[in-house]
């Protein structure tokens, strides 16, 4: 009985610390971008639908990747969102897997959760590609925490898009 309880507890332990163990969306950025010469201000950008490339079923991801990509881009500095802005963004989900926190716990790197998101900028006044940029996040390991990892892995790579897409305009200064 005194091994049983010794196992039990050794275990509750390493359950304990894995599930401590935060995880944490490794990001993978590939950007090409032209700074648009002369930009001061906010960037005026139409905003289209993300397109879901995927063919996942069961959750409308473009539908989410929108909203999450909308909500960052009015809070970053540097762009102004308009139905008829100059600049024209597109988004594509390229890739998603929705993952496993319990298979994750077992045995990092089964159970991956990952999702990628491709956003191209074009000026539609001459037709020019002003950015194409990826954001790619993926959670690997960890228990409970990663618990919930297919709500937010979208928006993850959207944080990193977002970031890179703010070099485009970097004389833009908050407040003027």
Avoid: N
């Avoid at 473009?62 to 909203?67: F, H, L, M, V």
């Avoid at 594509?92 to 319990?102: T, V």
């Amino acid at each position: 009985m005194r091994i049983f309880s010794a196992s039990a507890l050794a275990l509750t332990g390493l359950f304990a610390l894995e599930g401590c163990a935060s995880y944490l969306a490794a990001k993978e950025s590939v950007s090409d971008l032209h700074p648009v010469a002369g930009m001061s201000g906010r960037m005026p950008l139409q905003v289209q639908a993300c397109v879901d490339r995927t063919g996942y079923a069961g959750r409308d991801l473009g539908r989410e990747a929108t909203e999450a990509l909308t909500a960052k881009l009015k809070e970053a500095a540097g762009f102004e969102l308009e139905p008829d802005g100059r600049y024209v963004l597109t988004c594509d989900i390229s890739a998603f897997e929705e993952g496993s926190a319990f298979k994750r716990w077992l045995l990092p790197s089964w159970g991956t959760t990952s999702g990628q998101v491709a956003v191209m900028i074009t000026d539609s006044a001459t037709g020019e590609t002003i950015a194409l940029v990826r954001g790619r996040a993926t959670v690997q390991a960890g228990g409970l925490y990663s618990v919930g990892a297919d709500k937010i892995i979208l928006a993850s790579a959207i944080d990193d898009v977002v970031r890179q897409l703010r070099l485009l305009a970097p004389d833009f200064v908050p407040g003027k």
